[in-house]
T-cell receptor, first 114, second 118 residues
Framework: AQTVTQSQPEMSVQEAETVTLSCTYD???????LFWYKQPPSRQMILVIR??????QNATENRFSVNFQKAAKSFSLKISDSQLGDAAMYFC???????????FGTGTRLKVLA | NAGVTQTPKFQVLKTGQSMTLQCAQD?????MSWYRQDPGMGLRLIHY???????DQGEVPNGYNVSRSTTEDFPLRLLSAAPSQTSVYFC?????????????????FGPGTRLTVL
C-alpha cells in the first residue's frame, strides 16, 4: 500500500527567508501525481502545486517550487521569500491513475517569524 | 460561485446519536469526497463519489454512510456516533477528466465541520 510521510511536524522560518518542507512516499507504481496543499488557520485547504511523476522538470508556482526525486521517492516543497501569509499547515498528497483515492501525509505546520 | 459549502460548522453529539453532515458544490464537479482530519494523522479518506448514484469506500469508512442523488450534494451520515468519530470533517470536489489522469485535478475543499461526540 502507498504511504506518504512528512517527518517534520513543525517548521519555522524568518520572513523573507527560504524554507523547505520534506515529503517522502512509498509506492511501487511509476505513474502517479504528487501534490502540496496548504491549510491556513481558516482551515480552507488550497492547492499549492502539482507534480506529474513522468515529468522530469520540477513544478514551480511563483515563490513555491518542488524538488522531485523520483528514485529517492522524495517530493520537497521550497518556499522562497517567505511571507506571513505562508503560515499554515502543509500537506503532501499522492494519487495514482486507476484509483480515485488520494493519500495524504500527516502535515507540517509552518510558522513564519516577523 | 459559492464553491464547496458544508453545514453545520460545529456540532456536538452524544454517543449513539445520528446526524448528517451536509456538503454541496456549485461547480458541476463529478468527483466528491469526504475526509476526516485528526491531529497527527493528516487527512484520511472516508468515502468518495464519481457521479450521481456512484459511491465507494475510502480508507476509514466504518460508521459512515454516503449517498449521491444529485451532482451537487454529497451528505455524510453518522449512524450511531462514537467518541472515536470526534474530528474535523472536510468535503472536497473536483472535475474528472478523460484518460489516465482522470482524478488528478485540483480538489476544492469546504471549510470543514468540527464534530465532537461526548
Amino acid at each position: 500500500a502507498q504511504t506518504v510521510t512528512q517527518s517534520q511536524p513543525e517548521m519555522s522560518v524568518q520572513e523573507a527567508e527560504t524554507v523547505t518542507l520534506s515529503c517522502t512516499y512509498d509506492t511501487s507504481e511509476s505513474d502517479y501525481y504528487l501534490f502540496w496543499y496548504k491549510q491556513p488557520p481558516s482551515r480552507q485547504m488550497i492547492l499549492v502545486i502539482r507534480q506529474e511523476a513522468y515529468k522530469q522538470q520540477n513544478a514551480t508556482e511563483n515563490r513555491f517550487s518542488v524538488n522531485f526525486q523520483k528514485a529517492a521517492k522524495s517530493f520537497s516543497l521550497k518556499i522562497s521569500d517567505s511571507q506571513l501569509g505562508d503560515a499554515a499547515m502543509y500537506f503532501c498528497a499522492y494519487w495514482r491513475p486507476g484509483t480515485y483515492k488520494y493519500i495524504f501525509g500527516t502535515g507540517t505546520r509552518l510558522k513564519v517569524l516577523a | 460561485n459559492a464553491g464547496v459549502t458544508q453545514t453545520p460548522k460545529f456540532q456536538v453529539l452524544k454517543t449513539g446519536q445520528s446526524m448528517t453532515l451536509q456538503c454541496a458544490q456549485d461547480m458541476n464537479h463529478e468527483y466528491m469526497s469526504w475526509y476526516r482530519q485528526d491531529p497527527g494523522m493528516g487527512l484520511r479518506l472516508i468515502h468518495y463519489s464519481v457521479g450521481a448514484g456512484i459511491t465507494d469506500q475510502g480508507e476509514v469508512p466504518n460508521g459512515y454512510n454516503v449517498s449521491r442523488s444529485t451532482t451537487e450534494d454529497f451528505p455524510l451520515r453518522l449512524l450511531s456516533a462514537a467518541p472515536s468519530q470526534t474530528s474535523v470533517y472536510f468535503c472536497a470536489s473536483s472535475y474528472l477528466t478523460s484518460g489516465r489522469a482522470a482524478a488528478a485535478n485540483e480538489q476544492f475543499f469546504g471549510p470543514g465541520t468540527r464534530l465532537t461526540v461526548l
